[in-house]
């Protein structure tokens, strides 16, 4: 029978407040008071394996209350530090535990760590069969343990580990170490580690084995192998294939694994066996929104929104077709973007990573720059590059009736006309991520790319091309990356169009959570006399963030945001507007939360005093 899931959503900013503050209060909780180090560290010791001494050493609750309470301190911290220094590669230590004074006793460890022992060449043992020779030198060269580095038991630990990856790399699938032997020679104050490898033979693949039963069609999966039949096994082919079918969205998990040896085929091949955990099926969603805040709308099959009442449903089928594929009708009743609509997501179109959406919706967009009453449609494949990155390409065509508020260019009055139009778009998107996490990003960088050439027929008849570019870095500067640096720029422009033939939905604007913080939605441009946001042919936004971590969880941000609306192809940065704020974080498994706080800068009549923003994930 079918299974079917019902979700109401209701997302009132207070409940995250809420959250946050629980979540405070339990880790203020988890903490004491006050910790003591469990024994003082005396001797002469360098600064960096000092600390690493003193973790080690850990922390108690109190002082000893006894002589005899010190020196079960001082014990047991001198053998935390024996084990630490052999395993920093000290093996000749001195260490002495003492108790001083009578009244308030003290639980000292006097260390000596003396000389570092260090590695010497690294041998390799192949019991059973070896691998092929040329395989052998490409493994001993990856060991990453050179002769003279520092025996550290965590490198030799990790060389071991490195020579079974590279064993799986090459098609040694079964590959597995047997008990090492490390020789210390405390004569050379050397390291000497023996590896005892058990390279296994030579894995070849065969197809894919769907072991669940359930909608998607066996020889859909068979067709997302990154691999022929007979190729050599690589780790790396059968993770991209977990990772094509988890990026589907359709499963609750997704497990991919090779056969085991017993299962060889007759012909040496092994199989990789797949098994799918199914999401409901049908899965049925309620949305409340209350806001007082605008909205941004783009149109399309996506939108961002930033604020705006509204009541939706959204009713989703996955799998329809046996074929991971999503079928997702929404209706959506809003005091910004009301819409009525269906869309139909296949994943792997065509070819692997390659994802087609194609769709069709009745909107009704309401704000105060313009009001728009049309029907969507639209169709977009997109081409994921890597793991992150990614290239689109698609087409849109909107047909309706524009009601915008212009302006006498002679006289600055503002007057409604009301157009009927149909939009046919051609849409392009690159976008390449090379930061290391999606949500809260530490290092690397974000750059998108976007091209949108817009014919238009109906009451005016014109072409032009709009295009934008948003670049994000972000920067580790101090304490191990506990201070960060994170910058966003963002410009925009239009050529081929004038201001006052091109919709006013195409415009750019500028102001709010996603641009200029601390304005309201299409606030940050110049309005016309009565008040209506203008738009521009151009954009420039530009955002600077400090961000510090403060213990595990939490997180404090102080920014900088600017932005600039243009009436020529090239931004303005002249009318630049700006603000500043303040905002915090709350880390959860999935991404932080964050609050933020921002107030403009010379505020016009009709400007904020601040304004609030809370979410999920950072701010960019």
Do not use: C, H
């Given at each position: 029978p079918p299974r079917f899931a019902l979700t109401l959503r209701v997302r009132p900013s207070r409940l995250l407040w809420g959250l946050m503050g629980t979540a405070l209060c339990g880790t203020l909780l988890a903490y004491p008071a006050f910790a003591d180090p469990r024994a003082q560290i005396r001797g002469e010791i360098d600064g960096?394996?000092?600390?690493?001494?003193?973790?080690?050493?850990?922390?108690?609750?109190?002082?000893?209350?006894?002589?005899?309470?010190?020196?079960?301190?001082?014990?047991?911290?001198?053998?935390s530090a024996e084990a630490l220094l052999r395993s920093e590669g000290y093996y000749q230590p001195i260490l002495e535990d003492v108790v001083e004074g009578e009244e308030t006793p003290v639980a000292?460890?006097?260390?000596?760590?003396?000389?570092?022992?260090?590695?010497?060449?690294?041998?390799?043992?192949?019991?059973e069969t070896p691998p092929a020779e040329q395989v052998q030198a490409e493994v001993t060269d990856e060991i990453g343990l050179g002769t003279g580095a520092p025996g550290r038991a965590v490198e030799v630990i990790a060389a071991e580990g490195r020579i079974v990856a590279g064993l799986t790399r090459r098609g040694y699938a079964d590959a597995a170490t047997r008990p090492r032997r490390v020789v210390v020679d405390h004569a050379d104050f050397t390291v000497q580690p023996t590896y005892m490898i058990v390279a296994g033979q030579l894995v070849r693949l065969d197809g894919v084995r769907l072991e669940t039963r359930g909608p998607t069609n066996p020889s859909w999966v068979a067709g997302l192998a990154p691999w022929e039949e007979a190729d050599l096994y690589d780790p790396e082919d059968v993770a991209e294939l977990e990772r094509r079918l988890l990026e589907t969205g359709v499963y609750d998990g997704v497990g991919v694994a090779l056969a085991p040896r017993d299962q060889t085929l007759p012909d040496g091949n092994r199989p990789v066996v797949v098994t799918l955990t199914d999401r409901p099926r049908r899965i049925l969603e309620a949305g409340l929104t209350l806001s007082t805040a605008q909205a941004t709308v783009t149109a399309g099959p996506t939108r961002s929104v930033t604020g705006g009442s509204a009541i939706d449903g959204i009713w989703t089928w996955y799998n329809r077709f046996g074929r991971a594929?999503?079928?997702?009708?929404?209706?959506?009743?809003?005091?910004?973007d009301s819409r009525l609509g269906v869309d139909l997501t296949l994943p792997h179109w065509r070819r692997p990573a390659q994802t087609f959406t194609a769709g069709?919706?009745?909107?009704?967009?309401?704000?105060?720059a313009?009001?728009?009453?049309?029907?969507?449609?639209y169709a977009d494949v997109r081409q994921?590059?890597?793991?992150?990155?990614?290239?689109?390409?698609?087409?849109?065509?909107?047909?309706?009736?524009?009601?915008?508020?212009?302006?006498?260019p002679v006289t600055l009055a503002p007057f409604d006309i009301s157009r009927d139009l149909a939009l046919l778009t051609l849409r392009g998107t690159v976008y390449t991520d090379r930061t290391d996490d999606p949500l809260d990003p530490r290092s690397g960088w974000r750059l998108t790319l976007n091209a949108q050439p817009t014919a238009?027929?109906?009451?005016?008849?014109?072409?032009?091309?709009?295009?934008?570019?948003?670049?994000?870095?972000?920067?580790?500067?101090?304490?191990?990356?506990?201070?960060?640096?994170?910058?966003?720029?963002?410009?925009?422009?239009?050529?081929?169009?004038?201001?006052?033939?091109?919709?006013?939905?195409?415009?750019?604007?500028?102001?709010?959570?996603?641009?200029?913080?601390?304005?309201?939605?299409?606030?940050?441009?110049?309005?016309?006399?009565?008040?209506?946001?203008?738009?521009?042919?151009?954009?420039?936004?530009?955002?600077?963030?400090?961000?510090?971590?403060?213990?595990q969880s939490f997180g404090a941000v102080?920014?900088?945001?600017?932005?600039?609306?243009?009436?020529?192809?090239?931004?303005?940065?002249?009318?630049?507007?700006?603000?500043?704020?303040?905002?915090?974080?709350?880390?959860?498994?999935?991404?932080?939360?964050?609050?933020?706080?921002?107030?403009?800068?010379?505020?016009?009549d009709g400007d904020p005093d601040f304004q609030v923003y809370i979410s999920i994930g950072q701010a960019f």
């Open positions: 960096e394996l000092r600390a690493q001494l003193v973790q080690a050493i850990g922390e108690v609750d109190g002082p000893p209350t006894n002589r005899f309470d010190a020196r079960r301190r001082a014990r047991a911290a001198m053998e000292i460890v006097d260390i000596t760590p003396g000389r570092r022992f260090l590695i010497d060449a690294p041998v390799i043992n192949w019991v594929d999503t079928l997702r009708f929404e209706a959506r009743l809003a005091t910004i069709a919706a009745i909107v009704n967009e309401d704000t105060e313009y009001r728009r009453l049309a029907a969507v449609l994921r590059l890597g793991k992150t990155s990614y290239y689109s390409y698609g087409v849109g065509l909107d047909a309706g009736r524009y009601d915008e508020t212009r302006f006498d238009v027929a109906g009451d005016d008849s014109l072409f032009f091309l709009r295009t934008d570019a948003i670049a994000t870095g972000y920067l580790p500067v101090q304490d191990g990356g506990k201070t960060l640096l994170a910058g966003r720029v963002r410009v925009g422009s239009i050529v081929g169009g004038e201001e006052f033939t091109i919709p006013a939905d195409r415009l750019f604007y500028s102001g709010g959570g996603g641009s200029v913080r601390g304005f309201e939605y299409q606030g940050v441009g110049p309005r016309l006399p009565d008040g209506t946001p203008r738009g521009g042919l151009s954009l420039f936004e530009t955002s600077l963030e400090v961000r510090r971590d403060i213990g102080a920014f900088v945001d600017a932005g600039a609306i243009g009436f020529d192809e090239v931004p303005d940065f002249d009318n630049l507007r700006y603000a500043v704020g303040v905002g915090a974080r709350y880390r959860l498994p999935f991404g932080p939360v964050r609050a933020d706080v921002a107030f403009p800068l010379d505020k016009r």
